[in-house]
């Protein structure tokens, strides 16, 4: 099978393995309505949800992390967003089918995300993924976070793979230079959370797919880079 070399297939959270934007996007309506502003249309949302809860308050108070408003709405955000984290949270269409066929040819999966992990493991729990993960790697695992290859790395030595048999999918470009760094397969998710002026095709990652059953075409063909 030409996909002999690829091990572990390591996925970003938000944006890539689980749509978490209309949780998310709940939260910071909810704050903003609590401090007696608009709630803003999801469409707005989606595009920043992959990088976290400074953007989204950034976006919806038009407020620099400085201020000394920032962190107690950050904080808040949070918190809101914690007590429902898989309310409307999901696996982005296909990614069942890709997880249970990735396990079916003995390959083993992991994540790599930035968010915290007090945040991570729950929500990976509530859907049942935690324990069929070979490793989860948080935004607070190691000192570092993506873009360094570190936690790319560690989530190798978890899983027992070398970085060249892995091959990370993420939806940011801080993901394709972490993979790139850490010395894998790196491939751009397009059905994630990108703002217009996100240039995906201008990474350089190895490839880019539109759904996730195209990573298994790509794992059959012989892993051609575009």
Same mark, same amino acid.
């Given at each position: 099978?030409?996909?002999?070399?690829?091990? $572990?297939? *390591? #996925?970003?959270?938000?944006?890539? =393995? %689980? +749509?978490?934007?209309?949780?998310?996007?709940?939260?910071?309506?909810? /704050?903003?309505?609590?401090?007696?502003?608009?709630?803003?249309?999801?469409?707005?949302?989606?595009?920043?949800?992959?990088?976290?809860?400074?953007?989204?308050?950034?976006?919806?108070?038009?407020?620099?992390?400085?201020?000394?408003?920032?962190?107690?709405?950050?904080?808040?955000?949070?918190?809101?967003?914690?007590?429902?984290?898989?309310?409307? $949270?999901? *696996? #982005?269409?296909?990614?069942?089918? =890709? %997880? +249970?066929?990735?396990?079916?040819?003995?390959?083993?999966?992991?994540? /790599?995300?930035?968010?915290?992990?007090?945040?991570?493991?729950?929500?990976?729990?509530?859907?049942?993924?935690?324990?069929?993960?070979?490793?989860?790697?948080?935004?607070?695992?190691?000192?570092?976070?993506?873009?360094?290859?570190?936690?790319?790395?560690?989530?190798?030595?978890?899983?027992?793979?070398?970085?060249?048999?892995?091959?990370?999918?993420?939806?940011?470009?801080?993901?394709?230079?972490?993979?790139?760094?850490?010395?894998?397969?790196?491939?751009?998710?397009?059905?994630?959370?990108?703002?217009?002026?996100?240039?995906?095709?201008?990474?350089?990652?190895?490839?880019?797919?539109?759904?996730?059953?195209?990573?298994?075409?790509?794992?059959?063909?012989?892993?051609?880079?575009?």
């Amino acid at each position: 099978m030409p996909s002999a070399d690829i091990r $572990t297939i *390591l #996925f970003d959270l938000d944006g890539t =393995l %689980l +749509d978490t934007a209309p949780d998310l996007a709940a939260a910071l309506n909810t /704050v903003l309505e609590e401090n007696k502003r608009a709630a803003l249309p999801f469409e707005s949302i989606r595009p920043v949800v992959s990088h976290g809860g400074i953007a989204l308050i950034k976006l919806g108070f038009r407020l620099e992390p400085d201020d000394p408003r920032f962190d107690p709405l950050r904080k808040r955000l949070l918190a809101l967003y914690r007590e429902n984290i898989s309310r409307h $949270t999901t *696996l #982005f269409p296909g990614m069942d089918v =890709l %997880l +249970d066929e990735l396990e079916r040819r003995g390959l083993n999966w992991g994540v /790599v995300t930035n968010k915290p992990g007090w945040l991570t493991d729950p929500l990976l729990k509530d859907l049942q993924l935690y324990d069929r993960a070979a490793c989860v790697v948080s935004g607070d695992t190691l000192p570092q976070r993506k873009p360094h290859p570190a936690p790319l790395l560690h989530a190798c030595k978890l899983a027992n793979t070398r970085p060249g048999q892995c091959l990370y999918l993420g939806d940011a470009e801080r993901d394709i230079e972490a993979g790139k760094n850490a010395g894998m397969h790196t491939m751009v998710a397009l059905f994630g959370y990108f703002t217009e002026k996100d240039q995906p095709h201008s990474w350089g990652a190895t490839h880019l797919i539109n759904e996730p059953g195209e990573l298994l075409a790509w794992l059959d063909n012989g892993h051609k880079k575009v």
